[in-house]
């Protein structure tokens, strides 16, 4: 099955600086790469999402990069602010089979 | 995405007993699913419920501690079984994306402690 493997566990970065979290992913037929933030006490919510047949995808200061040959994909924050201070869990899917990453503590110090 | 709504949103639980959670979603889905979140820990799927079928278990996760209802498409529950401290956890029920595929949007949760 997927193993999804998550680094690094925890992250902090100073207010406007920028975050990166990666994740490499074991199944090759996985095509799918959701993240999802979860801020304490809430549920996972999904942030950004990537497909296989793309390597990079961007919302505003959030970006994902995908490298299929690698199996590997990152995600990248820019221009931090405190509001970002969550747990962040990247995840890999084949058809609904969908497996997550240990998570990231990220901290944003103002 | 489709709303999901879960209960108990939070309760505390005698060791030994039995909890069911109720999972409502307010549009027709394929398939449920339904995660667990030890403290601190990440995600772990139990089992993938499918209407007029019976659940699907991941391993370590059997039928009798964590037995799951799917009576329809927009419903379904799981019960966790006797239950001891280690049982104390987040519950997320989740459905995928329908239109997006793939895509998972997770329930509000239900944390229940074992005591």
């Known amino acids: 099955g997927e193993n999804v493997e998550q680094h690094p566990s925890t992250l902090s970065v100073q207010e406007g600086d920028s975050a990166v979290i990666k994740c490499t992913y074991s199944?090759?037929?996985?095509?799918?790469f959701p993240w999802y933030k979860q801020e304490l006490g809430k549920r996972p919510q999904l942030i950004i999402d990537i497909r296989s047949n793309v390597g990079e995808k961007k919302d505003q200061r959030i970006a994902v990069t995908l490298n299929k040959t690698a199996k590997h994909f990152s995600l990248h924050i820019t221009e931090t602010q405190p509001e970002d201070s969550a747990v962040y869990f990247c995840?890999?899917?084949?058809?609904?089979?969908?497996?997550f990453g240990a998570g990231t503590r990220l901290t944003v110090k103002p | 995405s489709a709303v999901i709504s879960q209960k108990p949103s939070r309760d505390i639980c005698q060791r030994g007993t039995s909890l069911t959670i109720q999972c409502q979603v307010d549009s027709q889905v394929t398939m449920m699913f339904w995660y667990r979140q030890q403290p601190g820990q990440s995600l772990t799927l139990i089992a993938t419920a499918n209407q007029g079928s019976e659940a699907t278990y991941e391993s370590g996760f059997v039928i009798d501690k964590f037995p799951i209802s799917r009576p329809n498409l927009t419903f379904s529950t799981l019960t966790v079984s006797n239950m001891s401290p280690e049982d104390s956890s987040i519950y997320l029920c989740?459905?995928?994306?329908?239109?997006?595929?793939?895509?998972?949007?997770f329930g509000e949760g239900s944390w229940l402690t074992v005591v």
């Open positions: 199944d090759s037929a996985s095509n799918y």
């Open positions: 989740s459905v995928d994306g329908q239109i997006s595929g793939n895509t998972i949007y």
């Open positions: 995840a890999a899917s084949n058809n609904n089979d969908m497996r």
